[in-house]
């Protein structure tokens, strides 16, 4: 079982960054790769981006690419997201997610509010 925390959303203006972190507890946590999706008011959640065991791949969405930077720390059993040039369009809510074969764990959300 992983337990998973997310912080650092706010409001900021357009072209601000935050960064996002997900603290998780359980054991284990190196061994699930780890992903951060979003769901904005009336849209489906989508893939943010994901990070593999030992962060050596990581995957972003085309919206996204070369504005967020996804990392993690498994001695703090933290992922991160960070996020610069926001958009508005980034507006949602920023859920983490913990993801073992079958087994997936979501955290709670946190909520990322762009203005223009």
């Known amino acids: 079982q992983v337990r998973l925390v997310e912080s650092g959303g706010g409001l900021v203006q357009a072209g601000g960054s935050l960064r996002l972190s997900c603290a998780a507890s359980?054991?284990?946590?190196?061994?699930?790769?780890m992903g951060w999706y979003r769901q904005a008011p009336g849209k489906e959640r989508e893939l943010v981006a994901r990070?593999?065991?030992?962060?050596?791949?990581?995957y972003y969405a085309e919206s996204v690419k070369g504005r967020f930077t996804i990392s993690r720390d498994n001695a703090k059993n933290t992922v991160y997201l960070q996020m610069n040039s926001l958009k508005p369009e980034d507006t949602a809510i920023y859920y983490c997610?913990?993801?073992?074969?079958?087994?997936?764990?979501w955290g709670q959300g946190t909520q990322v509010t762009v203005s223009s």
């Open positions: 990070i593999s065991t030992s962060g050596g791949s990581t």
């Open positions: 359980g054991r284990f946590f190196s061994s699930y790769d």
């Open positions: 997610k913990a993801v073992s074969g079958l087994l997936g764990y």
